[in-house]
């Protein structure tokens, strides 16, 4: 059984939005650091933005464009973008933190 999945990724525009979810079935999720990475071909999967304890952090790239949050009830995380750009073209992986559980990944890609 998968314990990761990912939903919402698709073709935008630049200047576009997308909301990208990740439903996990795992026991106590709420107390799990979560994480969404990219990744293109030919380069190293890269951290987007993580969320723990409530804190998040971002990568530059993503810091006053993407939004991460979870919803501990649905066992969900989010990720939120806006202000896409071509450069954000990838595939997202949810990750949880400090284990070898990801996703199978959605494809993202912003072109006009």
């Known amino acids: 059984q998968e314990k990761l999945v990912e939903s919402g990724g698709g073709l935008v525009q630049p200047g576009g939005s997308l909301r990208l979810s990740c439903a996990a079935s795992?026991?106590?999720?709420?107390?799990?650091?979560m994480a969404w990475y990219r990744q293109t071909p030919g380069k190293q999967r890269e951290l987007v933005a993580k969320?723990?304890?409530?804190?998040?952090t971002y990568a530059d790239a993503a810091k006053g464009r993407f939004t991460i949050s979870r919803d501990n009830a649905k066992k969900m995380v989010f990720l939120q973008m806006d202000s896409l750009k071509p450069e954000d073209t990838a595939v997202y992986f949810c990750?949880?933190?400090?284990?070898?559980?990801w996703g199978r990944g959605t494809q993202v890609t912003v072109s006009s």
């Open positions: 969320i723990s304890d409530g804190r998040t």
């Open positions: 795992i026991g106590s999720f709420s107390i799990y650091p």
């Open positions: 990750h949880i933190e400090y284990s070898d559980h």
